[in-house]
């Protein structure tokens, strides 16, 4: 919330020096993934104050980001899935930031706390259909997913097989809605972004695996994804969005990328 009302400060600052006639802003503009929002913030609080230069972030969602990107409503678009090549072919670029978990996650009671990945994509097609079979509790499997432009959505499906399968109850528009709906459904099982995991849900095992940073790192947690930076090829961004491009990507963002959950990748 600090950070949030900072950018939110930072930006009617500098709309106040505008119109009063000061020097044009400095200023770069993100839109896109709801997974990245930790880390988008962290960095572009780190930009602020270190530039002294204008950070917004639009919580969009990944399609709207890259779609975003390529209106050129944004400087830079952010994406937890990687560019599919008809994006590419419209002349857009990705630089993979970090590498970020997709924790499965069930109600906090529900005493189920691991999962092959067949048994994941069994359940999201519909072919188990009660905790009873996982050696739960009786109870009719509720399927809670994201949205179709959701890169978290995107990057489940990619690794669990089942893209254009799933049977979900719901489809949500962020993290927390489906931690919401998951911790209040005692038979629900979901997906999160693993930096977006609390204690009101717990998050399973995967083929006896624990989501960690360190295991998403070392490659043993299979259920990941990237999260990556959009721009456009051969157009060259703002000097202020160039900079916090190179601080963003530089090995001197690790800790702060780190520090949000996410592995970074230089």
């Known amino acids: 919330m600090k950070k949030l009302i900072c950018i939110a400060l930072a930006f009617a600052v500098a709309l106040s020096l505008a119109a009063c006639g000061g020097k044009e802003k400095q200023a770069v503009a993100t839109d896109g993934s709801t997974s990245m929002q930790k880390v988008i913030l962290a960095l572009g609080e780190a930009f602020m104050e270190d530039t002294g230069a204008n950070f917004t972030y639009n919580a969009t969602g990944s399609g709207p980001g890259i779609k975003a990107v390529k209106d050129g409503t944004c400087d830079i678009g952010l994406s937890s899935r990687y560019l599919r090549d008809s994006e590419k072919a419209q002349?857009?670029?990705?630089?993979?930031?970090?590498?970020?978990?997709?924790?499965?996650?069930?109600?906090?009671?529900?005493?189920?706390?691991?999962?092959?990945?067949?048994?994941?994509?069994?359940?999201?097609?519909?072919?188990?259909?009660?905790?009873?079979?996982?050696?739960?509790?009786?109870?009719?499997?509720?399927?809670?997913?994201?949205?179709?432009?959701?890169?978290?959505?995107?990057?489940?499906?990619?690794?669990?097989?089942?893209?254009?399968?799933?049977?979900?109850?719901?489809?949500?528009?962020?993290?927390?809605?489906?931690?919401?709906?998951?911790?209040?459904?005692?038979?629900?099982?979901?997906?999160?972004?693993?930096?977006?995991?609390?204690?009101?849900?717990?998050?399973?095992?995967?083929?006896?695996?624990?989501?960690?940073?360190?295991?998403?790192?070392?490659?043993?947690y299979a259920v990941q994804r990237p999260f990556v930076l959009v721009t456009k090829q051969g157009?060259?961004?703002?000097?202020?969005?160039?900079?916090?491009?190179?601080?963003?990507?530089?090995?001197a963002a690790n800790e702060i990328i780190s520090a949000a959950g996410v592995v970074p990748v230089n």
């Not at 009873?132 to 499906?157: N, P, W, Y």
């Not at 157009?235 to 090995?251: R, Y």
Request: with cysteine.
């Open 235 to 251: 157009e060259k961004l703002s000097k202020t969005a160039q900079a916090f491009f190179d601080f963003a990507t530089s090995p």
């Open 91 to 220: 002349g857009l670029q990705e630089t993979v930031l970090a590498i970020d978990g997709i924790a499965i996650i069930v109600h906090a009671g529900n005493p189920v706390a691991d999962l092959t990945l067949e048994q994941i994509a069994a359940i999201f097609k519909g072919e188990l259909t009660n905790w009873s079979q996982l050696g739960g509790k009786d109870g009719q499997i509720v399927l809670i997913g994201r949205e179709e432009s959701s890169g978290t959505r995107d990057g489940f499906e990619s690794v669990t097989g089942t893209v254009d399968a799933c049977l979900y109850r719901q489809e949500l528009t962020s993290n927390g809605a489906v931690l919401t709906a998951v911790a209040e459904n005692p038979n629900a099982i979901g997906y999160v972004s693993l930096s977006s995991v609390k204690d009101s849900v717990k998050a399973v095992s995967v083929n006896g695996v624990a989501p960690s940073e360190a295991t998403v790192k070392d490659g043993s």
